[in-house]
């Protein structure tokens, strides 16, 4: 887990789903329209944050494109595991019974993890 992703804020997340859906580098203009206006003036400095966390990259041509470094799967996996430790206790099964305790599971969740537990355990 590298510092970028643990340090990445909900504002400059945004940034990076923008940059994640666009699936190629951006402007700094179509990075403000992807948003809608959500970060108005900030994008520009958000940008330059996670650049020097070195969680995107900027290339200049006739303007300034900007790339991210770090995928959208990595830092769900660090942020995961970084709520399941300071929630709880590092555990994953105690937050799975959690999810179940406060319905947040429903049964056919249940029946699609009980699937994709039984085709892990068949590949081992």
């Known amino acids: 887990m590298s510092k970028a992703e643990e340090k990445i804020t909900d504002a400059e997340l945004e940034v990076m789903q923008a940059l994640w859906d666009a699936d190629e580098p951006m402007t700094l203009a179509g990075i403000k329209a992807a948003l809608l206006g959500r970060n108005g003036d900030t994008t520009k400095t958000l940008l330059r944050r996670l650049c020097q966390k070195g969680a995107v990259e900027q290339e200049k041509r006739e303007v300034y494109y900007y790339y991210p470094l770090v995928g959208q799967e990595e830092l769900g ?34 029946d699609e993890l009980k699937e994709m537990f039984s085709k892990l355990w068949k590949e081992e």
């Open 77 to 110: 996996r660090c942020r995961t595991k970084k709520l399941i430790d300071r929630l709880y206790a590092g555990s994953a099964k105690n937050l799975v019974a959690a999810l179940v305790r406060n319905e947040q599971l429903g049964q056919q969740d249940l």
